[in-house]
């Protein structure tokens, strides 16, 4: 499965993957009650990018990956906090403890659990009046455009399965999705919150980050080493060996309702 790649280099995801905007967690601390005693749960925490500023808020923190490899550098990095526990499992096979949480979060994670199941447990584990929090983050317009836009004709080229004629959104052309929230009936109005930010790489950089993404390990040795050199090339040769990479992360925060209500 896809989601099995992320595990396959933790040190290099660790090392590259961008994190999130502080504000994002300053925006769920209010609504979520976080802080000293609060019980919050983190669905695919990674290498601990969004675990490390709840922990700093004082919450008691359960945090999960399926990766033993990922989770063993997010205890690393969470040494100093000893109100963390890091758990390698899968959330789907994960049996929930007796107490429940004040808060579930999952930082670009949430996409990849079992859709029968992801909404109906975080509710089941949550207290009433809990707080789900869903973290997705998105690469659209804006920095280094040109780049963007020349490099869709490398992933033509060395992947056959690429949509030809892609451009990257503006970002107000991503929905704000409701319907599983509504679907399930576990959960009050959703909430959206959005941040923009910018990231700048060298041609090492970036290709490290790309071998970060799931879509790109998978591919065969041979194409991959094309798309990637092809890409290089781009920002060596046009670029001055620096691209600006645009991201937009959004946040969407909704409470549990009572089963009756």
Same mark, same amino acid.
């Given at each position: 499965?896809?989601?099995?790649?992320?595990?396959?280099?933790?040190?290099?995801?660790?090392?590259?993957?961008?994190?999130?905007?502080?504000?994002?967690?300053?925006?769920?601390?209010?609504?979520?009650?976080?802080?000293?005693?609060?019980?919050?749960?983190?669905?695919?925490?990674?290498?601990?990018?969004?675990?490390?500023?709840?922990?700093?808020?004082?919450?008691?923190?359960?945090?999960?990956?399926?990766?033993?490899?990922?989770?063993?550098?997010?205890?690393?990095?969470?040494?100093?906090?000893?109100?963390?526990?890091?758990?390698?499992?899968?959330?789907?096979?994960?049996?929930?403890? !007796?107490?429940?949480?004040?808060?579930? =979060?999952? @930082?670009?994670?949430?996409?990849? &659990? $079992?859709?029968?199941?992801?909404? *109906?447990?975080?509710?089941?584990?949550?207290?009433?009046?809990?707080?789900?929090?869903?973290?997705?983050?998105?690469?659209?317009?804006?920095?280094?455009?040109?780049?963007?836009?020349?490099?869709?004709?490398?992933?033509?080229?060395?992947?056959?399965?690429?949509?030809?004629?892609?451009?990257?959104?503006?970002?107000?052309?991503?929905?704000?999705?409701?319907?599983?929230?509504?679907?399930?009936?576990?959960?009050?109005?959703?909430?959206?919150?959005?941040?923009?930010?910018?990231?700048?790489?060298?041609?090492?950089?970036?290709?490290?980050?790309?071998?970060?993404?799931?879509?790109?390990?998978?591919? !065969?040795?041979?194409?991959?080493?094309? =798309?990637? @050199?092809?890409?290089?090339?781009? &920002? $060596?040769?046009?670029?001055?060996? *620096?691209?600006?990479?645009?991201?937009?992360?959004?946040?969407?925060?909704?409470?549990?309702?009572?089963?009756?209500?």
């Amino acid at each position: 499965m896809l989601r099995d790649t992320f595990g396959e280099d933790a040190e290099l995801y660790d090392r590259c993957r961008p994190g999130y905007p502080p504000r994002l967690f300053a925006d769920l601390a209010a609504p979520a009650g976080l802080g000293p005693h609060t019980r919050v749960l983190e669905i695919g925490c990674g290498t601990g990018q969004a675990t490390l500023p709840l922990a700093e808020l004082g919450c008691t923190i359960v945090a999960m990956d399926l990766s033993p490899d990922m989770a063993a550098v997010a205890r690393r990095n969470l040494a100093e906090f000893p109100n963390v526990t890091v758990v390698a499992s899968a959330f789907e096979d994960w049996p929930p403890p !007796a107490e429940p949480f004040d808060a579930v =979060l999952s @930082a670009t994670a949430f996409h990849w &659990i $079992d859709p029968n199941v992801r909404m *109906r447990k975080a509710a089941d584990l949550l207290r009433p009046g809990g707080t789900l929090g869903i973290v997705s983050t998105h690469h659209v317009a804006g920095g280094t455009d040109a780049f963007f836009a020349a490099a869709q004709r490398c992933y033509e080229c060395f992947d056959p399965t690429t949509p030809p004629g892609l451009r990257l959104s503006t970002g107000d052309e991503i929905p704000d999705e409701t319907a599983e929230f509504e679907q399930s009936a576990r959960f009050g109005p959703v909430e959206f919150r959005r941040y923009r930010w910018t990231r700048s790489y060298t041609s090492p950089e970036y290709l490290d980050l790309l071998m970060t993404y799931s879509g790109h390990r998978a591919m !065969a040795p041979q194409a991959r080493d094309g =798309l990637l @050199a092809c890409i290089a090339g781009l &920002i $060596d040769n046009d670029h001055g060996g *620096r691209i600006t990479k645009q991201y937009m992360t959004r946040l969407a925060i909704a409470h549990t309702v009572s089963l009756s209500a």
